[in-house]
């Protein structure tokens, strides 16, 4: 794609503007500014990512997941608000999770242990995770405002933090996996995924598309599982005094 065909669709970014003056929405400059720092952003990304991928050097990988890991982190942080040490607990559960889907994408020869396959299919991994996470935090501070009655009644019989509440931590995680689930039964049917897609604009075979597809939708599908597993146990101790009252959020 041209610089100049890739002007043209700043008149979708104008479409939106016009609309949100119409119904006075007051959107202007949230779009304006979100305009520009993806813009920037995203053409910073690329040339990182062709100096990378021209390098070709582990440190350079790694460096990349980790400030992807933390930014992530950082900003599913922000639906815990209140919850003290939530966001290195997040970067816990979503770097366990990377680790692993890469020891098995790798270990079994999956896909080849080349930055082109690497950092793509991490991103995806990890901005999964993210929203994820951001879905568990959501439901549990739900759950927990909505159960504190039944969750001190449990605490003043005996029970420990984790029995007293286990099974909000269940209806959690369950909840923020849903729109995964949900996404794989409709995958194909309701929408053409991003990488597929992608793949087929660049002229690639929709078979093998298909195939890196499948990958990606399995592949989200324990990414979603494991980090909201793991961050149920890392966390549960938050909502929590050290006196084993609830902590006020």
């Known amino acids: 794609m041209s610089f100049v065909a890739l002007s043209f669709t700043l008149i979708f970014v104008m479409i939106t503007m016009l609309v949100s003056m119409w119904q006075k929405l007051d959107l202007e400059k949230d779009i ?18 062709m100096f990378v991928f021209k390098s070709n050097h582990p440190i350079f990988i790694l460096a990349i997941i980790s400030v992807m890991i933390t930014v992530a982190a ?10 003290s040490g939530i966001r290195w607990r997040i970067a816990l559960s979503i770097g366990c999770t990377e680790m692993l889907m890469m020891a098995l ?20 991994t990890i901005g ?27 605490l003043c019989l005996g029970a420990s933090a984790r029995q007293a509440i286990q099974d909000s931590l269940k209806r ?41 597809q499948i990958l990606i939708v399995f592949a989200f599908t324990a990414s979603a599982a ?6 149920s146990l890392v966390s549960y ?11 006020p959020l």
């Open 226 to 231: 494991i980090t909201s597993i793991i961050l």
């Open 32 to 49: 304006a500014i979100g305009t520009m720092r993806s813009a920037i952003q995203l053409l910073l990304v690329g040339y990182v990512l």
């Open 105 to 124: 994408l790798l270990g079994l020869h999956i896909i080849e242990a080349t930055p082109q396959y690497i950092i793509p299919i991490s991103g995806m």
């Open 172 to 212: 959690s995680v369950k909840s923020s996996m849903i729109p995964t689930i949900d996404g794989m039964k409709t995958v194909g049917l309701v929408q053409l995924p991003g990488m597929m897609t992608g793949m087929i604009v660049a002229g690639a075979d929709p078979v093998e598309a298909v195939r890196y």
């Open 128 to 154: 999964n995770a993210m929203v994820v996470s951001g879905l568990f935090l959501n439901h549990m501070k739900r759950e927990v405002e909505s159960n504190k009655g039944e969750i001190e009644t449990l």
């Open 237 to 247: 101790r938050l909502w929590f005094t050290k006196d084993l009252r609830m902590a």
């Open 74 to 83: 950082w900003n599913a942080g922000k639906r815990g608000k209140g919850l």
